[in-house]
């Protein structure tokens, strides 16, 4: 590749506008992921976080605007044309598939990796034997990376909501993306588990992984986030290193009320 | 001896439309576990029957060409319907299909010359009851290499949640799309085995009652595995006969009862693999409470 195309932003968005009906959930918005970071998406409650993940995984289309995705634009692309180009998710309420066990689940993340046609699975060539015994172990791998491995043959619903979380990651990391979109990876988790994702996050990124989490835990954000963007109803706040978007006076009266209030913003690090 | 015999004729008729109600259980099933209720079997196998019917008749082909012809016409069928409903939203979807089996039936009632219209068509031509069992087991078989490959994991995705699939890079319509073909295919060699079956068919056969077995069948029997709708149908087919010797006079108001009862206390069927699961998880559950106890 050359020094131009890895020098761009693996991500941009350009003034992206997303309307339902009345509501503007994202209000022309503008921002850019480095490749290799780890970005931080912030902003509180209704901010338009989820909607902007859902517009860059094709789920919606923008009303107006353009998301660059390697210079290429994804605003009218099919949410299964967007993730063969290297994009994958998690969901902020967990969205495992219901009756399957916890490697079935990553085993259909591998699904655009899987080395096979689907007709020669089906008709059990030897060949496609192998390819399949390949994504198994590799999707062992990944649930191995996230520690639940000994988990594998379990029904996943029956499983703990971290333990689910974590599950998730795997099946998306499946398809060996290139920019994955975590949304509240560490909801409902402790400070030990929430830390346990910020490192694997980081072992990800230092694999070449680039990553955009919305995350609502401000320590974690300075920790682990390399830059961040910050969104409130719909529109950009600040954008760039964690410390200084959190000291940004717009940021803090988004999230506090109070311009003034900067001291609680310290005690939440 | 006699009335031996007559038992043997009735529970042996009731063997051979098991198989051929499992024929159309699988082929409702192959759409629903992708997400689409459809009631298209009924064209699928409108088509399949007729074609083999005409063409043992005129062009003199035997038992084994006329299935393929039949799958070959009910998959074209298949992939036709598939290329105009699946742009619809589901309940419509399962709405349109019932209205092409109407249309179905007064395209049958109107081309005498194809179907013998009202009249009906007599086909010269029986299957053996081993030939019935060849045929179910090969069409299951096609089943379990399905459920066993990618397409049978990307099917339970598209249906579990077809948005997250497609975020995976899992095309739904396609995959339902190929659920059509194979719906078709199924549903027509199912209307060719019914035909030879009952030797005789009419616009009647390919109807409402038909599409009713086949939900019911696969409801019943449960779509989350491909062994389902084939107990499903078993049971469907077997329990009129059955309530007909017990209960005569209630045999409708009994087998919409035992029915009922099925479905709303295993609402997922008679075959359901996650309620294993399920089961291990609670066992599981209890061990390591007891565990903690000791
Ligand atoms: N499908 C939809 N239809 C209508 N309105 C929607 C839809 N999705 C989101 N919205 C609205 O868009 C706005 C932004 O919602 P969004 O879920 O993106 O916020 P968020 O930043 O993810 O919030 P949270 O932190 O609570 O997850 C909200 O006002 C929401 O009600
Ligand atoms: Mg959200």
């Given at each position: 590749m050359s020094d131009a195309a890895l020098s761009r932003p693996l991500l941009e968005l350009d003034t992206v506008v997303k309307t339902f009906g009345g509501v503007t959930a994202v209000g022309g918005l503008s921002t850019r992921v480095t490749r290799g970071s780890v970005h931080g998406l912030i902003g509180p409650n209704g901010a338009g976080k989820t909607t902007l993940i859902n517009l860059i995984t094709g789920l919606f289309h923008p009303t107006s605007g353009a998301i660059r995705f390697e210079g290429r634009s994804l605003e009218a692309m099919q949410p299964q044309a967007i993730a063969t180009l290297g994009i994958t998710r998690t969901y902020q309420n967990v969205r495992l598939f219901s009756g399957m066990t916890v490697l079935e689940q990553v085993m259909t993340g591998c699904w655009l990796t899987r080395e096979v046609g689907v007709f020669a699975s089906f008709l059990g060539l030897p060949s496609a034997r192998a390819a399949w015994v390949r994504t198994r172990e590799h999707a062992l791998s990944l649930l191995a990376r996230v520690s639940m491995d000994h988990r594998a043959d379990e029904l996943a619903e029956t499983l703990s909501y971290g333990e689910q979380r974590r599950i998730e990651i795997a099946r998306a990391l499946g398809s060996r993306p290139k920019l994955l979109l975590l949304d509240e990876p560490t909801a409902g988790m402790n400070h030990q588990e929430a830390?346990?994702?910020?490192?694997?996050?980081?072992?990800?990124?230092?694999?070449?992984?680039?990553?955009?989490?919305?995350?609502?835990?401000?320590g974690l954000v300075t920790e682990f986030c390399d830059d961040c963007t910050v969104v409130n109803f719909g529109r950009l706040l600040a954008t760039g290193d964690p410390a200084t978007c959190l000291a940004d006076p717009d940021v803090q009266e988004a999230y506090f009320g109070r311009k003034t209030d900067a001291e609680r913003i310290q005690a939440l690090r | 001896m006699e009335t031996l015999l007559d038992l043997w004729a009735a529970y042996g008729s009731t063997i051979a439309f098991a198989m051929v109600n499992a024929l159309f259980a699988l082929s409702t099933y192959a759409v629903l576990s992708t997400g689409v209720l459809s009631f298209t079997t009924v064209v699928f196998a409108a088509v399949g029957g007729f074609l083999a019917a005409q063409s043992v008749a005129h062009l003199g082909i035997g038992l084994w060409p006329a299935f393929a012809l039949a799958g070959i016409g009910g998959a074209v069928a298949g992939s036709v319907v598939a290329a105009a409903f699946l742009k619809l939203d589901s309940h419509w979807m399962a709405l349109a299909s019932l209205a092409l089996v109407l249309i179905t039936r007064v395209t049958v009632l109107n081309t005498p010359l194809l179907t013998g219209g009202v009249n009906g068509l007599v086909v010269p031509m029986s299957v053996p009851m081993g030939d019935l069992v060849i045929l179910l087991a090969l069409v299951?078989?096609?089943?379990?290499?399905?459920?066993?490959?990618?397409?049978?994991?990307?099917?339970?995705?598209v249906r579990e949640d077809a948005a997250v699939a497609s975020t995976m890079g899992i095309p739904p319509r396609g995959i339902q799309f190929t659920a059509f073909v194979i719906s078709g295919a199924v549903g027509?060699?199912?209307?060719?085995?019914?035909?030879?079956?009952?030797?005789?068919?009419?616009?009647?056969?390919?109807?409402?009652?038909?599409?009713?077995t086949m939900i019911a069948s696969t409801v019943l029997g449960g779509s989350f595995h491909w062994f389902g709708p084939i107990v499903g149908a078993a049971v469907f087919t077997a329990l009129p006969v059955t309530m007909q010797s017990v209960l005569p006079a209630i045999e409708d108001v009994a087998k919409g009862v035992v029915l009922l009862v099925i479905m709303i206390f295993l609402p997922r069927g008679l075959v359901d693999p996650r309620a294993v699961g399920l089961r291990r998880a609670a066992r599981r559950r209890v061990s390591a409470e007891e565990g903690t106890d000791v």
């Open positions: 830390t346990a994702i910020g490192r694997l996050v980081h072992e990800l990124r230092d694999a070449g992984l680039t990553i955009l989490m919305v995350e609502h835990n401000m | 299951a078989a096609v089943f379990w290499r399905l459920h066993r490959s990618w397409y049978g994991l990307a099917a339970r995705a027509g060699i199912g209307g060719a085995a019914l035909a030879f079956t009952l030797q005789f068919i009419s616009p009647e056969t390919y109807f409402i009652g038909m599409a009713f």
